[in-house]
């Protein structure tokens, strides 16, 4: 085993509703589409009309920033709505399969023989560039960069996470052609990330990257943390990071020539009858994969649930509705937990034996292994800084998160160069913004900061 990177700064959050490892194939969706806020900074330009047929791997929208940058049909079917909100807003790209699963041809050859060129061309015309994701930032990667490294998680420390490993358990074959490919597209290395349980299973046979063993509470399976541990970004650097089920989709497009985006998702929560995983196609419609899984409400329960796609600290609210509830992109995980809409007698006066602190002010503490049943509650309002250390014990990272925060809310660039913005993403600050007794929207406050960076640098 190689050198094993242990962090002690982080902090696990047991929940209920945890996947058991069982795996059910979900029935083809009503529709899927794209929703072009899934992706940082696009403004989508439409390739295609309401009636049109396509393929997998059909062309729907490309980016306004980067024309070469297609966004393509997870499946086969017709384009059945273009749903626009304010100013028309393009909200999503629907399409409804016509059950054929028919694929875009593209020409494969040996993996041998693949040139960066040959390899950009084929993941552009194919609908994959987006799945390389650019730090700083966090956007879609330029065309025209060469990384210094690639970087891919194979470990999630997030609540309620899915098992990785268990996710890519039939995708050896697809995981190694795709980092075969993803080692043309850099001059240094392909690294890959794993946890120190990892023995068996696809990812503890990987040699076609340069393997590190990581353990340690959450954030510890971020790839902004991994990062930060392994080769650290400074001012000028490009780094690109891949999501697993992403590697072992590229590695199926240049194996067989067609785009086949199914992958495995968990559905978690508390409100979940049964979690476990479910195989689906990329942009999936949510309720096709919730409906008949939740827990039914008694006649007493008034408040609702969140779905949310994602895991519960930065995952994205979605509605049951075919305009913006579907899938995201880059996720691998659904959440389902009661809505914090309900109030307790007396608040933080009470007792509240079965409620989570990362303090000492509830119980919580003396039972680490506890799990417990959370909802959406702020539990307070938004209110001024609070002067503490607290945010430094869950970022494991070599930069000063309170003071990045400031930085960005004043909209100093120098300071904000200096503090580490080039390092994180929202992300890496969900556990500050989760431990806040301020109240205060980190994620929010960091994605104000980098939609800032990118302007100055443009």
Not at 147 to 169: E, M, R, W, Y
Not at 202 to 209: D, E, F, G, M, P
Not at 276 to 282: C, D, G, I, P, R
Request: charged share 20%.
């Amino acid at each position: 085993m190689s050198k094993v990177i242990k962090l002690r700064k982080g902090l696990d959050i047991n929940l209920v509703g945890a996947a058991e490892r069982v795996l059910t194939k979900c029935p083809a969706a009503a529709s899927y589409a794209l929703v072009p806020d899934h992706y940082r900074g696009v403004t989508p330009k439409l390739l295609v009309k309401v009636g049109d047929k396509v393929k997998a791997g059909s062309p729907l929208f490309f980016s306004k920033e980067n024309p070469e940058v297609l966004f393509t049909s997870p499946v086969s079917g017709e384009v059945s709505a273009v749903n626009r909100g304010d100013k028309r807003k393009i909200l999503s790209v629907v399409v409804t399969p016509d059950g054929q699963n028919q694929s875009e041809n593209f020409d494969v050859c040996p993996l041998a023989e693949l040139t960066r060129d040959r390899v950009k061309e084929t993941m552009l015309r194919a609908g994959f560039w987006p799945m390389l994701i650019q730090r700083p930032f966090g956007i879609i990667a330029k065309t025209d960069a060469t990384p210094k490294a690639i970087f891919i998680s194979g470990l999630d420390t997030a609540p309620l996470a899915p098992d990785l490993n268990f996710l890519v358990q039939d995708q050896g074959e697809h995981i190694i052609a795709g980092l075969e490919v993803l080692k043309k597209l850099t001059d240094g290395k392909v690294h890959l990330t794993v946890g120190t349980d990892t023995t068996a299973g696809v990812l503890s046979r990987i040699k076609q990257a340069e393997v590190h063993h990581i353990e340690g509470p959450h954030p510890a399976g971020n790839v902004g943390v991994q990062i930060a541990q392994i080769d650290p970004i400074n001012k000028g650097d490009v780094v690109w990071t891949v999501e697993l089920q992403h590697v072992a989709m590229i590695g199926r497009l240049f194996q067989t020539g067609a785009v086949d985006m199914s992958k495995v998702v968990a559905l978690t929560g508390s409100e979940v009858v049964k979690p476990h995983y479910f195989k689906v196609v990329s942009g999936a419609l949510i309720t096709s994969i919730t409906d008949g899984n939740l827990r039914p409400k008694t006649p007493r329960e008034e408040r609702g649930v969140r779905v949310i796609s994602g895991n519960p600290l930065t995952g994205l609210k979605v509605e049951p509705n075919e305009v913006e509830g579907y899938l995201g992109f880059y996720h691998n995980q659904i959440t389902v937990i009661p809505e914090g809409n309900k109030y307790e007698f007396l608040g933080w006066a009470m007792p509240r034996l079965n409620k989570f602190s990362v303090s000492h002010s509830y119980f919580s503490w003396l039972t680490p292994k506890k799990k417990y049943n959370l909802d959406t509650n702020l539990n307070g309002g938004p209110r001024a800084f609070v002067q503490t250390g607290i945010y430094d014990k869950v970022l494991p990272m070599n930069i000063y998160p309170l003071y990045l925060i400031k930085a960005i809310m004043a909209g100093d660039i120098d300071k904000m160069e200096n503090l580490g913005i080039y390092e994180i993403l929202e992300e890496d600050v969900a556990l500050c913004e989760f431990i806040d007794p301020s109240k205060n929207e980190w994620q929010a406050t960091v994605s104000q900061g980098i939609e800032l960076m990118i302007k100055e640098l443009n």
